[in-house]
């Protein structure tokens, strides 16, 4: 649950461009030198203002932020330097790994996700959909302070008159005494536990559903499933009726794409829309709008009132679709091929998280310090890839990290490569070839290959640098170039 007045997109690639740290390359908003003095003049105001009516003077105090935090007003205004595809987007959320994830989840969760059906009419595989969307099943909740962030934007730049009311009712569910304080962590605009609700939608919508008196969508799986039925319950969820499904139009047909449109079942039939393999529509659709996120020549789709409760969530079709298609996957449970049955229109497709730890581990192999192998492409892994780009006479070098320059670095591993001029190069990133991702063994031979095939360091730095957990130090060849190797 993020701010629903922003784009999911923009504020995932201010995410990812911000998780990564900063290189002089990388395109981002410089963080502002925040005044302590107007910041604490600002909080003693909010302290007796009407929307802190509620909030005890001492829980203020107790935990009032001694000082701004300018990354998360960094993170406000970030433009991206680098737009994000649709088939991008999905593909780096809804990937064989969040399939398999997914899996697991119902298996494990199956008696407690049969309770919340009963009991909310949501589907179990709707729920883990937005589940392993928001926090990859609980695995990523945020690391920022949630007083501090909240404080923050209600003091400066825009919105503030919004992120106050957040900041109280933060201040409001630890008074309450729903989640400890050390919990309050999340996202740097207030979204936090494990489905990612604001504090205001926690108030309103959050469920103690494991018993033990407390709301806590942090530590209880059961109380977060919960709250995300409920929520999606409240919205206008419509039990035992699909989201909708991928569709095939008939040949001339035109339409524009629009989801809210919505027409009943025997209509689209007449207009001669089948589903995507081609089987009649069925009727188990009270109605549905047409949705084509990439035009009439990518997928297509007829969603209905399950799908608008998916993006009521976080106010983006493209984020509603990828819980709508994580949910099917995790519901068939099949993680073995992950695409729509129609084909993006991009003869470069999308890469998942393992494709892009092959490629960030390549290009460090490589000599580009990029941060950590984290499987999350933001503006430095970009950036990277536009350097290795140009340096081999590849062009537009758009820093684009899909199939293709998937194939390239991983084709660059082998010892044919050695002679490649340019062109060659341009036509091994052009060549059809299937995507399947390199393992971790297989990601190290690459660098062990690249080593080979480099001049022996005639001078070396007594430095190291780091990324992530693996060691490296910056080397220089006989021949001027400069590379990271592994310290063993």
């Not at 008074?175 to 108030?203: C, E, H, K, V, Y």
């Not at 089948?274 to 188990?284: F, I, K, M, Q, V």
């Not at 730890?357 to 990277?384: E, K, S």
Request: include cysteine; hydrophobic fraction near 30%; glycine fraction near 8%.
């Amino acid at each position: 649950m993020r701010l629903t007045h922003l784009s999911t997109l923009s504020l995932l690639s201010a995410a990812i461009g911000l998780t990564l740290a900063s290189t002089a390359q990388a395109a981002s908003t410089n963080a502002p030198n925040l005044s302590n003095s107007q910041f604490q003049q600002c909080l003693d105001g909010l302290k007796n203002s009407s929307k802190f009516r509620g909030v005890d003077s001492s829980t203020f105090e107790r935990y009032r932020p001694t000082e701004p935090d300018p990354s998360v007003i960094q993170s406000l205004n970030y433009q991206p330097e680098f737009q994000k595809d649709i088939w991008d987007y999905l593909s780096s959320l809804v990937d064989s790994e969040r399939v398999e994830d997914g899996i697991r989840a119902k298996r494990q969760w199956a008696d407690t996700l049969r309770s919340i059906e009963s009991r909310y009419g949501v589907k179990p595989e709707h729920v883990l959909g937005v589940w392993g969307v928001e926090s990859n099943f609980g695995q990523t909740l945020g690391k920022k302070p949630l007083f501090d962030s909240l404080a923050t934007l209600s003091c400066f730049d825009r919105r503030q008159s919004y992120f106050q009311g957040e900041y109280a009712n933060a201040l409001k569910i630890v008074q309450n005494g729903d989640i400890r304080p050390n919990d309050m962590t999340g996202s740097w605009a207030g979204a936090f536990g494990q489905t990612q609700f604001m504090p205001s939608t926690f108030l309103e919508l959050a469920v103690d559903f494991d018993g033990d008196g407390r709301r806590d969508l942090v530590n209880s799986v059961p109380d977060a499933l919960a709250s995300t039925a409920n929520f999606l319950a409240k919205r206008g969820y419509r039990s035992g009726e699909p989201w909708g499904y991928e569709v095939k139009l008939p040949s001339g047909y035109w339409a524009a794409s629009d989801r809210k449109n919505k027409k009943s079942m025997s209509h689209w039939r007449d207009q001669g829309l089948t589903l995507a393999n081609g089987s009649p529509l069925p009727y188990d659709l009270s109605s549905a709008g047409l949705l084509m996120p990439a035009g009439k020549d990518g997928p297509a789709f007829l969603v209905g009132k399950n799908f608008d409760t998916f993006y009521s969530y976080n106010a983006s079709e493209s984020y509603a679709l990828a819980i709508a298609h994580l949910s099917d996957l995790v519901t068939s449970e099949n993680s073995s091929k992950t695409d729509f049955i129609t084909a993006w229109p991009t003869d470069d497709p999308g890469i998942g998280r393992q494709e892009a730890r092959d490629i960030q581990q390549g290009l460090l192999n490589a000599g580009y310090d990029i941060g950590a192998v984290d499987g999350i492409i933001g503006d430095n892994t970009r950036t990277a890839i536009q350097q290795y780009q140009s340096s081999r006479g590849i062009f537009p070098a758009d820093g684009r990290a899909g199939q293709k320059f998937h194939r390239l670095i991983a084709a660059q591993s082998s010892p044919r490569s050695n002679s490649a001029s340019g062109n060659q190069y341009g036509t091994q990133y052009n060549q059809a070839s299937n995507s399947q991702s390199m393992n971790q063994t297989s990601a190290d031979r690459m660098g062990q290959l690249i080593q080979q095939q480099t001049v022996r360091p005639t001078v070396s730095s007594t430095q190291p640098s780091t990324s992530g957990n693996v060691r490296y130090r910056q080397v220089t060849g006989s021949d001027g170039s400069v590379r990271l190797e592994r310290v063993n």
